[in-house]
């Protein structure tokens, strides 16, 4: 069963799994005619797996012509999909994933690779792929052609647009000697909120709060981000 990378942090905490005591036979650090590794992380550009959650590995077949195989990891745990194998890390630092050769009985280690493993990034907040975070002012005109907001992680993960979705949008300012809050359950700005942005003086601050979730009903409320609007 394929889980991808949409399970949130585990709250497990794993153990190492244990060799088969095969350490007389010296690994067979194997790479196909293109110089890439025999392991590779599916969904991170710089070839890392991260702490806590499920990392797609692809194995190069050519490398590994092998029908039964086992597929090991320290500090954490590795099970077979229906397509590659997942590694899930419990901790940063540096996972050892072992392939065995497995046949007439006899199980030989015939691969290993020590892969880095990171903390799982902090989720941040974009407009147009451009951090909230990162501007100082928000373009009403910018809001008319495009009000989707978006969640990712980093710009290492081959596709993070789907580990989180935006549930609920916030924004309060201030009108008067009143400071009024609008809400939508969506990841995209309401029509009654984008009339009132677009009300608002040049200059005035308006604050966002974003509620997001994840696989398994899991929600985060993220911190503020206020923005002057122009």
Known sequence: MRTLLKNIILFLIFSP??????????????????????IRSINS???????????????????????????ECTRGMTMEDSLNYIVMPSK?????????????????????????V?????????????????????SKQLLLKNRHFEVHLSEDFVDDSQWFTVKEITIGYPFGK?????????????????????????????????TISGEGDLFKRMGPIRMKVR
């Open 17 to 38: 799994v244990s060799g088969f005591g095969q350490s007389n036979y010296p690994p067979c650090i194997a790479y196909d005619n293109k110089g890439k590794d025999t």
């Open 45 to 71: 550009h710089s070839n890392i797996l991260y702490a806590g959650i499920d990392n797609p590995i692809e194995l190069v077949k050519k490398n590994v012509p092998f029908k039964n195989i086992i597929v």
């Open 92 to 116: 940063p630092g540096t996972t050892l994933i072992s392939i065995y050769q497995f046949d007439k009985g006899d199980t030989v280690l015939y691969f290993q690779k020590a892969m880095q």
């Open 118 to 138: 990171k903390s799982l990034p902090q989720p941040y907040i974009t407009l147009e792929m451009v951090k909230l975070t990162e501007l100082e002012f928000l």
């Open 178 to 210: 009143l400071y009024v809050t609008k809400s939508c359950e969506s990841n995209t700005l309401s029509d009654d909120i984008l009339k009132a942005i677009n009300k608002l003086p040049q200059g005035t601050e308006v604050t966002f709060i974003f």
